[in-house]
């Protein structure tokens, strides 16, 4: 019997569907224009999208709800990364010029920079090895995010969590754009790692305006503000329901903000505009779930349902 569940998960289908599709709309002709070839590669991510497909496909004929949500979730995490990180590329294609040296004053004026953070870091092998890990295993707190919600039946927690995730990464795109920035070592003069030296020459290589194929292996192009940021603290706003576990979200959250600067790829000012980005992302999709995908949602659910108890015999 169709309900109101079932009406939401349609409609915010339905609308990161047709999401997806603007975006792409919008980032063909806009890739051309500043010369940023490649978008064939996409095509690569074809078998996963399959996959994903086929798994969504048998929970359906199955009739395993949760799962069968879980995988479209999934499909439209895979998706964005794709579509959002196309974007990025994009808008790293504008005449702007670099800020490094801008947001190094920044961090100044609070008396502090990153620098000194990865040098009281390198103080201890224990608190390198902590910062490494914890800058590593945002993944892993993405995927709890979206599935643990979803696999529970709280279907609009998850929701909210991937819409956040597109607008945080929109939002950031933005920024980015006016305002782009390589990473502390080209203020403060460290020798940058292998994965930092290469986001940079490839930074470089798009902001020279010369016809450029995409990568879709470099994602860290972006340092203020920092996504990492708005990612771990977006997926511990979709756990933060679950009470048993939020001194550990308060923790890894931290830890994972902090690991962004004694990593070396960020400065501290990125990590406050994280912290910003993701303040309004939340709420925003909150709001867009309210006014645009659910009153639609459940507008549809209750018309079937009176359609279907007209044609019940009885009723």
């Known amino acids: 019997m169709p309900d109101s569940h079932t009406g939401e998960c349609f409609g915010f289908h339905r609308f990161m569907g047709g999401t997806i599709l603007l975006l792409i709309a919008v980032e063909w002709p806009l890739a051309r224009i500043v010369r940023l070839e490649g978008f064939g590669q996409l095509r690569d991510c074809g078998l996963g999208i399959a996959l994903l497909l086929a798994i969504i496909m048998y929970c359906q004929w199955r009739k395993y709800r949760r799962l069968r949500e879980a995988a479209i979730m999934a499909l439209w995490m895979a998706t964005l990364t794709v579509v959002l990180n196309v974007l990025i590329q994009i808008c790293a294609r504008t005449p702007a010029p670099m800020i490094d040296l801008s947001l190094a004053r920044a961090d100044a004026v609070m008396h502090v920079s990153a620098l000194s953070a990865m040098d009281w870091a390198r103080q201890s092998r224990l608190l390198q090895a902590i910062f490494t890990l914890a800058y590593g295993c945002l993944p892993l707190m993405m995927l709890l995010a979206v599935m643990v919600p979803t696999l529970l039946?709280?279907?609009?927690?998850?929701?909210?969590?991937?819409?956040?995730?597109?607008?945080?990464?929109?939002?950031?795109?933005?920024?980015?754009?006016?305002?782009?920035?390589?990473?502390?070592?080209?203020?403060?003069?460290?020798?940058?790692?292998?994965?930092?030296?290469?986001?940079?020459?490839?930074?470089?290589?798009?902001?020279?305006?010369?016809?450029?194929?995409?990568?879709?292996?470099?994602?860290?192009?972006?340092?203020?503000?920092?996504?990492?940021?708005?990612?771990?603290?977006l997926s511990a706003a979709a756990l933060w329901p679950y009470r048993k576990f939020r001194l550990v979200l308060i923790v890894l959250s931290a830890v994972i903000a902090v690991s962004t600067i004694t990593t070396g790829w960020h400065y501290i000012v990125d990590v406050l505009g994280g912290f910003a980005v993701a303040a309004a992302a939340y709420p925003l999709a909150d709001y867009v779930l309210k006014r645009v995908v659910t009153p639609n949602a459940v507008s549809s659910a209750r018309a079937a349902l009176a359609l279907q108890e007209m044609a019940t015999p009885g009723a």
């Open 153 to 233: 039946g709280r279907f609009r927690q998850a929701q909210q969590y991937v819409l956040a995730v597109t607008i945080g990464a929109l939002l950031t795109g933005a920024i980015f754009a006016l305002w782009p920035a390589a990473g502390p070592w080209v203020v403060y003069g460290y020798r940058p790692a292998t994965n930092q030296a290469t986001a940079q020459a490839f930074l470089l290589a798009l902001k020279s305006q010369q016809p450029i194929a995409m990568n879709m292996d470099i994602a860290a192009i972006v340092s203020f503000p920092s996504f990492h940021v708005v990612l771990a603290l």
